[in-house]
């Protein structure tokens, strides 16, 4: 379905989708609610909810942690990426994406003409999972509404989700990334772009020219549109 909202640039034509009403991510009450991150006040700025996540204990991964991840960036950035949670260097700097697949973010960056501290850097659980695991299903939830307050008060121009767990959480679904990439779509209002982990990308080097591809079209969103 068409939007009427068709770009075309040089080397890329799209045309953002809207996507099932089911599958947007519009009203709050759509999304998993924790009791410990709904109990603080709509206004809460973004060190108040890095306060909160310090203090969090609404799921089991708080008993593994070294230092919470609330993520970083300024205000109102180009681009708000989105990672799937905190890994080794993370949960021992308290930082995200700063280990080896943060190292890789950092050379995709520049290729969109922007600067690591253009962005803004979160992840969709705030906590370490043990071993790296994925998070699971009721750690999401229960981390998800911090995500949520994060996106809202940052603002971003764009959001871009790295790899699947932050895809499927932010719209939703339970697509996989191959089918979710390559299309524009809606997160309240901001567009939202889906690529591949840079870990993933890291192990499995054929993913790279769908990344740049991804990565295109994240760009082409920053671009003022053709009249
Ligand atoms: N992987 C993620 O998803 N997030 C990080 O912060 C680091 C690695």
Request: aromatic share 6%.
């Amino acid at each position: 379905m068409s939007t009427g909202f068709s770009r075309k640039r040089a080397d890329i034509t799209f045309t953002q989708r809207v996507i099932p009403a089911a599958h947007v991510v519009g009203a709050s009450a759509a999304l998993p609610t924790s009791k410990a991150a709904d109990a603080t006040d709509a206004n809460d700025d973004l060190a108040a909810v890095a306060k909160q996540i310090a203090s969090c204990v609404a799921c089991g991964l708080c008993a593994g942690r070294k230092m919470t991840v609330p993520g970083e960036g300024g205000m109102n950035p180009p681009v708000m990426f989105v990672g799937e949670g905190p890994g080794e260097e993370e949960d021992r700097t308290g930082r995200p994406f700063v280990g080896a697949a943060g190292q890789y973010l950092d050379k995709w960056i520049p290729s969109i003409g922007l600067k690591r501290t253009d962005c803004f850097i979160a992840n969709v659980v705030k906590c370490r999972p043990p071993q790296n695991r994925e998070p699971r299903p009721e750690e999401i939830a229960a981390c998800l509404p911090y995500l949520v307050k994060q996106i809202r008060q940052v603002r971003p121009r764009t959001i871009c989700c790295l790899g699947r767990i932050a895809a499927q959480t932010l719209l939703q679904t339970t697509s996989s990334l191959g089918a979710l990439r390559g299309k524009v779509y809606s997160w309240q209002g901001i567009p939202l772009v889906v690529t591949y982990h840079p870990s993933a990308v890291l192990r499995e080097t054929e993913l790279r020219k769908p990344v740049w591809e991804d990565l295109k079209l994240l760009k082409s969103l920053l671009e003022p549109a053709e009249s």
